[in-house]
């Protein structure tokens, strides 16, 4: 937010936090982004030792800095700026104008790459995998689950990276890039789970779920699964392992080694726990559901367009999906928005020393848990703010309407014919807003394809001066995410059809070349 009116001198702050500008109107105190005129004074202002603002040319300098010049508009040009802030905003005054910033609860590193997977020490996605903020050599990318078990870390990314103090060890077979474990072929590879009771290893793969002995020795499929079914490995309890292929809860015997369906839900399953070892939660991409202890799958909410979800605690849950990140309270079963406009992937959420880490399709974001409320406490002042307007908006709307009503039973006689034209305009205007539509999203798909491997949703929204909302609404029912995905693999299937070199082609695409090999050449994109 930026006041150019009226003429901004300078900005400080008292011991006490309050925060004053000298102006050309008075000196003004700041609360948030509202100014409250303290004195009709006129000048630069300084704090006096009695923690007051004062008027005191001579002293203007010893408040001026160069320090965030970064922050503003054409940062490279020379000139005074004048800054102070609190937890909510942090405050710049340069060239007579007033810089209101927010100060956001939480980070973002890692911009403008899609990150797929997090665990403590590990962040891995399309564009490499991190280990304590350092880029491997290996594996180059993933796709799945990474998980420490002991000292040992798994990286799951088709085939099985195994990483621990002692040895590093790749499972794979290229092609097809599916992980081979003790001679057999288990299919591509996408989350590992290890039962240190019974000590046995669970693989989940494309082709079905396997256990292993605790060497990752002799693996035997246990259940078969489908290419295109979501499977999620839930844990032991009761001396079951279970896990979730689409909509069926299935669970493995240690005793005898049994494999029974134990339940089906009416909705197929992507994300899923047990609390306190006693109750299952599951959630599928519009409902979350809760076991009993004789029934399972009760749904107890309804979301939109989500699909993965942790504990926070016993009452709490941190759910994400593509438009946003919640947080459920299982006592009171309300939901309330924490982060909203953000396209969060599957599988990338982590809590680790009180930080919530969510990976995003543009980076990672890291929030403290302590600051939730906060972030939900500006969510609920923004929508006041919102109904406050949407209120008086409202109000213009009736007294229009009401004039308009008198206006037609005076000239009832032209109502029908009034009509028609309304109808006919609401026909042209909806005809126009279609083919606008189709020529925005035209113009979007064709600075992807300029800018192919460095596109992203924010270099889009920052090309075309425009926000997610905007850009959601054009591309629709499409995300700029698989937009932005299938163009990238159009191309790549055409520079391989022409053989032409991998690592240029990893060039003009911004995949991996790793990744790219394992594209299979009559792949087709979606």
Request: aromatic share 12%.
């Amino acid at each position: 937010m930026v006041l150019s009116k009226p003429y901004f001198y300078n900005i400080v702050q008292n011991g006490n936090g309050h925060i004053f500008a000298g102006t050309s109107n008075g000196v003004f105190q700041l609360k948030s982004d509202k100014l409250f005129l303290f004195n009709n004074k006129t000048g630069y202002v300084k704090i006096n030792k009695d923690g007051n603002p004062e008027i005191d040319s001579s002293g203007v300098s010893s408040y001026s800095s160069h320090k965030y010049l970064h922050l503003l508009p054409y940062p490279s040009e020379k000139r005074i700026e004048y800054h102070t802030g609190n937890e909510q905003q942090f405050y710049i005054v340069s060239g007579g104008r007033l810089h209101i910033f927010d100060i956001l609860p939480y980070s973002i590193t890692l911009r403008n790459q899609s990150i797929r997977s997090i665990s403590k020490n590990f962040i891995g996605g399309y564009s490499g995998v991190y280990y304590k903020g350092n880029k491997m050599d290996y594996p180059t990318y993933t796709d799945g689950y990474i998980r420490e078990i002991g000292d040992t870390a798994f990286i799951c990314y088709g085939g099985l990276f195994m990483m621990s103090p002692k040895q590093k060890k790749n499972f794979l077979i290229e092609p097809p890039y599916s992980a081979y474990i003790d001679s057999v072929d288990v299919g591509y590879m996408d989350d590992i789970f290890y039962d240190k009771k019974h000590q046995k290893y669970f693989l989940a793969t494309k082709s079905g779920v396997y256990v292993t002995d605790k060497n990752l020795k002799s693996p035997k499929k246990i259940f078969d699964v489908h290419s295109d079914e979501s499977l999620t490995l839930l844990g032991a309890k009761d001396n079951i392992f279970s896990f979730i292929v689409a909509n069926k809860l299935v669970g493995y015997s240690f005793t005898d080694g049994r494999v029974m369906v134990i339940e089906k839900c009416a909705e197929s399953i992507l994300s899923g726990f047990t609390l306190d070892n006693r109750k299952y939660y599951t959630l599928s991409k519009n409902s979350l559901f809760q076991s009993n202890p004789n029934t399972f799958f009760s749904k107890v909410a309804s979301f939109q367009d989500v699909h993965s979800m942790l504990a926070l605690n016993d009452k709490e849950f941190i759910i994400i999906g593509n438009q946003g990140l919640y947080l459920f309270n299982l006592e009171s079963q309300i939901t309330t928005t924490i982060i909203t406009g953000v396209e969060f992937n599957r599988k990338a959420l982590y809590l680790d020393n009180n930080k919530l880490y969510v990976g995003s399709i543009n980076g990672l974001y890291t929030i403290d848990v302590n600051q939730i409320y906060n972030l939900i406490s500006r969510n609920n002042i923004k929508i006041n703010a919102d109904n406050q307007d949407f209120d008086s908006l409202y109000w213009k709307i009736a007294l229009i309407i009401t004039f308009l009503i008198f206006t037609f039973i005076f000239i009832k006689q032209k109502h029908q014919l009034r009509k028609t034209e309304e109808k006919v305009l609401k026909v042209q205007f909806e005809a126009n807003q279609v083919k606008e539509n189709t020529k925005n999203k035209e113009m979007i798909e064709d600075f992807v394809r300029h800018n192919l491997s460095t596109a992203s949703i924010k270099s889009i929204v920052e090309h075309f001066n425009t926000n997610n909302s905007q850009i959601y609404a054009i591309l629709q029912p499409e995300k700029p995410g698989t937009i932005i995905q299938k163009l990238r693999m159009e191309v790549v299937m055409e520079m391989r059809h022409a053989r032409i070199d991998i690592k240029e082609i990893s060039r003009v695409s911004g995949f991996s070349v790793s990744y790219i090999r394992k594209i299979k050449i009559d792949q087709k994109t979606n």
